[in-house]
């Protein structure tokens, strides 16, 4: 990566941004993530994948996400 950098951390925004008419998301959770892998001179960036997290109400905890629950 350009200037020594070996980390380059990204948040999620703008993913969760509505679309004023339709409400949905404009864009995935994954969509920077592609864009960074088409940036010019980034072809060595590992994407580590956004996973998920939100309050528990079960757990009374923060935890990681999950479709089965």
Request: no cysteine.
């Amino acid at each position: 990566m350009v200037a020594g950098a070996n980390f380059y951390i990204v948040g999620r925004d703008p993913a969760g941004m509505p679309h004023p008419e339709t409400g949905k998301d404009l864009y995935e959770p994954t969509h920077g993530a592609k864009v960074l892998t088409m940036a010019p001179g980034l072809i060595t960036l590992e994407i580590v994948p956004f996973r998920v997290a939100a309050y528990n109400k079960k757990k009374k905890r923060m935890d990681y996400y999950d479709s089965e629950q």
